[in-house]
């Protein structure tokens, strides 16, 4: 799956399973959210506003299209951003780790 930006909406389970099955050979985020929640809204725009310098991939997952797949990861709040790194995994339900991610110096 080749990406023409750094910012995706996940549309469905298979594009989303396809997605998670390659996070042991990729770096990539994948931010959960609530669209219809203002934070979440806010955590949406800032991570457009700030594309050009994310250093990876950034999934969006609606709550509203997609809610099974915030059981996953045991989330249970929006917004919430799981990163996945070398093989790891670290997933922030904090708002302000989740809005901090995505500040660059300007």
């Known amino acids: 799956m080749e990406l023409l930006s750094k ?5 469905n389970d298979k594009e989303l399973n396809d997605i998670l099955r390659s996070r042991r050979d990729v770096n990539f985020s994948v931010l959960y959210v609530s669209l219809w929640d203002q934070w979440c809204e806010k955590i949406v725009q800032k991570a457009l506003d700030v594309e050009a310098h994310l250093e990876a991939p950034l999934y969006i997952v609606d709550s509203w299209n997609l809610p099974q797949a915030f059981a996953t990861f045991n989330i249970t709040s929006a917004p919430a951003l799981v990163h996945f790194r070398k093989g790891e995994v670290l997933v922030d339900v904090e ?12």
């Open 7 to 11: 910012i995706h909406f996940v549309a």
């Open 95 to 106: 708002y302000p780790k989740v809005y901090e991610f995505f500040e660059f110096p300007a």
